[in-house]
């Protein structure tokens, strides 16, 4: 039986100075993790800000610093926000993007603060603030922001006392814009080979059945996973108007020969009038090669292949990370977007280096 | 803020006002303290509090010292709390007492009356606090710890459909004999495809009630379009059914999104046509739009 929520916090709190505990806190992120199943999205939010406080008490460790951009950049909880802002503390030298993310996170609470449970008296947006003051890489555009958030005079008192603390902290030593690498586009390494997958049934949004390989192989394609029912604007909704705006980008670029497909977490739920609607409201344009589907049995050869970042609570999702494939022309993973947000113009960049492989041309 | 403290600072910025402002502000810490005024004047005080969008800056934080003030009438906190959602409405002026507002409700459900409590605890589950829905989850497992009526925590925890709570909310409705809290369940469940099945029994039981069973037919024609169809035909074709069910079964029918295939069978059609010269009331009107978009 499945412990309960407040026995894995209690679990996680008592990891504290354990040898190995960073490991156990990390090997905790992934939202495939058993101990996300059976969780509501609450709970699971709950879990990974307790995860995410716990890091915060050392060094935070290279393998948790994509989850914790992660949840700056796209969280909706408040609390989980916060606690990734303080584990961001502990990050060993400068992090690109660190500073617009925590500005992000800032802006979204700045209008839907909470008090913040794991540091009673505080709030998550003074959180964020306080790890802004910390960023040695935080200048001017900080200092901007900060500003503009004050003159808006929409902060409560503790927000802004904290805020010009944070500005004073800013102003007082010199900005030091580091220039770092870091992007959301995986490593494809080795392409994974499609065999497994090429039976799983699939429904497509107009109803038409059909095999994986049956759509993905013969030519290349983008492959994202979404559903319907995702309570994240910034995610699901998102992930499916990119996917829109990516169409448009491959019509320009003279490349509508490449597939672009969205695969539903929630295949029970997600029957084909709602995808069809759902994509169409966000711009999507279906026809032979453009389309979206649901796995016509459980959707687990998909996410043990896809290694999906995704896990499930009684009814439906409770918590997923963006995930987006550039597929070969055998149906192959040749190259990842996953956790962050992607950008049109590199998958598209992907897919025409794809078109252009002599496997796919000849 | 203690109410004592607001009426200090209230004092203390009433020299510096202008003659306006500072009677709003007197009136404020009137409907606090009390002084001359009658709970009635008080409370309509405290409901008019943010008519004019520039008072929220002062007018949010006395209705939170209100709120707040367990020595104050259980009627004018309720009405605070009125005032206060009202005034979230305004995100930007609303955005500096947003976390202080959540700390506040968290603080006065141990102390409230029943009606304060409940509203308090409804508001929390709207913003999906955790801490809230595991108080309804505890209250419906248990009696004896429900801070509110098992029908309004089933509403409450249905403010966030990815909760989770779809297990314990079946167990509550397979064990209560209480058609409101039975609803309020099953309304819970409308989104849950794991449910299908029971919809699909509760819309073809005739001993149900007919509330229920026309909400197992709307929430099993969203889950499982197919299995609907399938149960609305066989319910049409049951003389001994309900009129009134098997009107919704044939309205419901009509608007399905495959309708071409429901319009091309003719036994259906012969069913339908039948009704139509048989039946009286909805069910020939049921009958009757059928035909009409059948073309």
Redesign the interface.
């Known amino acids: 039986m499945r412990p309960a929520i407040s026995q894995i916090l209690e679990r996680i709190a008592g990891l504290a100075g354990q040898a190995g505990a960073v490991d156990t806190l990390v090997a905790l992120l992934p939202e495939q993790a058993a101990v996300y199943d059976?969780?509501?999205?609450?709970?699971a939010?709950?879990l990974r800000a307790h995860i995410f406080a716990a890091l915060a008490a050392g060094a935070l460790p290279a393998a948790a610093l994509p989850f914790v951009l992660e949840e700056l950049e796209t969280g909706t909880d408040p609390a989980a926000t916060a606690a990734a802002a303080m584990a961001l503390r502990g990050a060993a030298g400068a992090v690109a993007e660190a500073e617009a993310l925590l500005l992000k996170a800032a802006a979204r609470l700045?209008?839907?603060?909470?008090?913040f449970?794991l540091a009673p008296g505080r709030?998550?947006?003074q959180e964020v603030l306080a790890t802004l003051a910390m960023l040695p890489e935080a200048g001017a555009e900080s200092v901007a922001a900060l500003s503009a958030m004050l003159a808006?005079?929409?902060?409560?008192?503790?927000?802004?006392a904290e805020a010009e603390r944070t500005l004073a902290a800013l102003r007082s030593r010199r900005a030091e814009k580091l220039s770092c690498c870091a992007s959301e586009a995986g490593d494809p390494g080795a392409p994974i080979p499609a065999i497994g997958i090429a039976g799983v049934r699939l429904e497509d949004q107009s109803g038409a059945r059909l095999a994986f390989a049956d759509f993905f192989a013969g030519e290349p394609g983008a492959l994202a996973f979404f559903y319907t029912?995702c309570?994240n604007p910034e995610r699901c909704s998102l992930t499916v108007t990119k996917l829109a705006r990516l169409q448009a980008r491959l019509a320009d670029l003279g490349i509508e020969r490449a597939r672009v497909a969205a695969i539903s977490y929630d295949p029970?739920?997600d029957?084909p009038?709602r995808l069809a609607d759902y994509g169409a409201q966000r711009g999507f344009r279906f026809d032979s090669r453009n389309r979206f589907f649901r796995t016509l049995g459980p959707v687990e050869p998909l996410k043990a292949h896809f290694e999906l970042g995704v896990g499930y609570?009684?009814?439906?999702?409770?918590r997923h990370r963006i995930e987006l494939f550039v597929l070969d022309a055998a149906g192959a993973v040749a190259a990842s977007f996953t956790r962050r947000l992607w950008d049109e113009a590199e998958v598209a960049a992907a897919l025409a280096g794809q078109l252009a492989s002599p496997a796919t041309s000849s | 803020m203690k109410a004592s403290d607001y009426r200090a600072r209230v004092e203390k910025e009433l020299g510096a006002e202008s003659g306006e402002v500072r009677e709003a502000g007197r009136l404020r810490a009137a409907a606090i303290t009390g002084g001359p005024l009658t709970l009635d004047q008080r409370r309509d005080l405290v409901r008019d509090a943010i008519g004019q969008r520039g008072d929220l800056p002062t007018a949010i934080p006395a209705l939170l010292a209100i709120l707040a003030d367990a020595g104050q009438p259980e009627q004018l906190r309720t009405a605070a709390l009125d005032s206060l959602k009202a005034a979230a409405f305004v995100?930007?002026?609303f955005?500096?007492?947003?976390?202080?507002f959540?700390?506040t409700l968290?603080k006065v459900l141990p102390e409230a009356g029943a009606e304060l409590r409940g509203r308090a605890l409804e508001t929390l589950a709207i913003e999906?606090d955790?801490?809230a829905?595991a108080l309804l989850v505890k209250g419906l497992q248990d009696p004896a710890k429900a801070l509110v009526p098992p029908a309004a925590a089933l509403q409450y925890l249905g403010y966030?459909?990815?909760?989770?709570?779809?297990?314990v909310v079946r167990d509550v409705v397979a064990k209560s004999d209480d058609d409101e809290v039975r609803y309020e369940g099953l309304r819970l469940l409308a989104?849950?495809?794991?449910s299908s099945g029971l919809f699909e029994r509760l819309f073809a039981d005739k001993n149900e009630k007919s509330e229920i069973r026309r909400l197992g037919a709307a929430a099993l024609q969203m889950?499982a379009?197919d299995k609907f169809e399938k149960a609305a035909r066989k319910i049409l074709a049951d003389d001994k059914d309900y009129d009134e069910i098997r009107a919704t079964a044939l309205g419901a029918l009509t608007h399905v999104?495959e309708f071409a295939r429901a319009r091309a069978d003719p036994k259906l059609v012969a069913k339908v046509d039948e009704l139509r010269a048989k039946t009286r009331g909805f069910l020939r009107d049921a009958a009757a739009r059928f035909v009409q978009r059948s073309g």
């Open positions: 059976g969780l509501g999205s609450g709970e939010e709950r700045a209008v839907a603060d909470s008090p449970p709030t998550a947006l808006q005079g929409a902060l409560s008192a503790a927000a802004r029912r309570m029970d739920y029957l009038g609570g009684p009814a439906t999702v409770n | 995100v930007t002026a955005a500096p007492h947003r976390a202080e959540l700390a968290h999906k955790k801490d829905q966030d459909d990815h909760g989770g709570y779809e297990n989104s849950d495809p794991k889950l379009p999104r």
